[in-house]
């Protein structure tokens, strides 16, 4: 059994993933980050691999992106430093990227390298369901990663149980059709979650985009299995200061 | 990885947007439901005779098509064969893009939009767009890079003068290819009434077959003129100037399964194609995906996206459209370069010759004429895609070095 799924088994709700950028704040941050996140009560940690031009991301991860690349980020450069994670991080890595510098890295090998480093899953939110059936989705399995698809609350119901039934660990379920950091109306996420909930889905549900605290975290909590926080946590990192000292303070918000 | 569809039909990618390997949507999953709709729409509405119709009236008396096909004689006398200019330059606004503006725009209403957006590089697809917006009275939005904001203020002026509101791209390298995903990350945030105009053959499918059918009229009016002027439709070359590549695939849309007709592509070398200051896309990128296609992609070894270098803004983008990188990989085009002063070159050579003075860009395209050898037979159209208005400060300053 997958890491993520012997967590969703362990515990079904109040799933906190919390996005970060490798390379950010520092190159060589990237790990203190992830053990930061791992000791203050992230269940999952979501890994961002920087991309020059991230259409799906909000000006707070662009920018974190950019300095991570600044900094000399790359995908090879990430799989040295995650090589010996295992030693420290115990909870699911989930690493999320768009496709250009994967397909420079080379698909296939990327996918055997993230398997070797201890890689949980994948979200390639520019990587859509005809190419993953058809081009990249047997890399994918072939390795055993998990592949996260996400779900808009646009996405027609036919689609979304295709995509629940080709995804693997979680659903991503974006709170709505928007780039990352915006603020959104909670009122109109539930109905919508609700809704998921009563399609009684094969994967459980993380709900993204738009959750930054306490209030917006209980709002989705209270309809699916968790969520996922981004741009709140890059933005406070982007503060400066002792890295655990920021995660501790931070973390504590969203789940005290 | 060639899993799709061996293309014999250069006309046709395949239904989920593949020119061989090169097209497809790469789009997060926030732009389907738009994407989809085109996707599923676009030629059942392209081919409805009433839009046909609507679309034909306003090329004729709006656009002023058919724009002529002009014998250059002097030009002709001096390379040594015959050399006919395609002249989009003379369409309103200045240039080929209108052609596509104006289908897009009755698209967005038949689609039942509200609201347009747009990117723009030097601005003419920025101008096309705000142009017929406000002959439909739709409201406008063109993303623009803040540098190009700055080095182009005619055409900003413009725009607003004609009721686009102007937002610059401040992210990235704040130019075309960032106002490019601006304006993709604002359709992501306002998807439901709003219609995006892509400007050239670029982007998730069916942009870059929508957008080529658009400018096909080129080609068929080219098709129509050179037979009345030779006795036959087929030229023996067609050459026009890369950027995105939305006049090239207009120029060469009706010759592309005519294989007797040589597709000239050209380039913009920039300081050269080496210099670490180019465009020359075909020539420096590799396989990637860029705005939402993959296509060929200017790229460092570690898949992040290079700022190019043309003197020409509208040249001056890391990729190409997938139809021309399939066009490059199966050898179908001929594809050449023209470096920044052989362009400035070519554009006061035809100024003086000629009495046209062609955008920068174009000038590029004249820049490959001494390069080719051609017969005293040959018949070679050349896409004239905009007229030099917009680079007079440019030119200006070459005429004050001159002094």
Known sequence: MSRLSELFKQQSRRVLNVYCTAGYPNLNSTLEVMESLQKNGANIIELGMPYS?????GEVIQSSGNIALANGMTIEKLFEQLADMRKTI??????????????????????????EVGVDGLILPDLPLYEFEHLYGKAIQDNELDFIFLVTPETPEERLRKLDSLSTGFLYAVSSSATTGKDKDFSKVAIYLQKLQSMQLKNPVLVGFGIKDKETFDAVAAYSNGAIIGSAYIQALSKGGNIETITSQFLNGVLN | MHLFNELTNYQAPSKEGYYGEFGGAYIPEMLYGNVETLKTQYLQIMEDPAFKAEVAALLKDYVGRPTPLFYAERLSKEIGTNIYLKREDLCHTGAHK????????????RLGKKKIIAETGAGQHGVATATVCALKGMECVVYMGEKDIERQAPNVARMKMLGATVVPATSGSKTLKDATNEAIRAWINEPDDTHYIIGSVVGPHPYPDMVARFQSVISEEVRKQLKEKTGSELPTHVIACVGGGSNAAGAFYHFLNEPTVELVAVEA??????????????????????HGSKSIVMQTKDGQVVEPHSISAGLDYPGIGPLHAFL??????????????????????????????????TAHAFS????????????????????GDKDLATYMQVMDLKK
């Open chain 1, 53 to 57: 031009d991230p259409l799906a991301d």
């Open chain 1, 90 to 115: 115990h909870i699911p890595v989930v690493l999320m990227g768009y496709m250009n510098p994967i397909l420079q890295y080379g698909f296939e090998q990327f996918c055997k390298k993230a398997k």
């Open chain 2, 98 to 109: 209108i052609n596509n503006t104006i289908g897009q725009i009755i698209l967005a209403q």
């Open chain 2, 269 to 290: 070398a920039g300081h050269g194609v080496n210099s670490g200051m180019s465009a020359a896309t075909t020539q420096l990128g590799t396989t990637g995906i860029l």
């Open chain 2, 328 to 361: 490059y990989e199966s050898k179908r085009g001929t594809f050449m370069s023209a470096t920044d002063q052989e362009a400035l070159d070519w554009a006061f050579h035809i100024s003086e010759i000629e009495g046209i003075i062609p955008a920068l860009e």
């Open chain 2, 368 to 387: 490959v004429l001494p390069k080719i050898n051609f017969k005293p037979t040959d018949v070679v159209v050349i896409c004239l895609s905009g007229r």
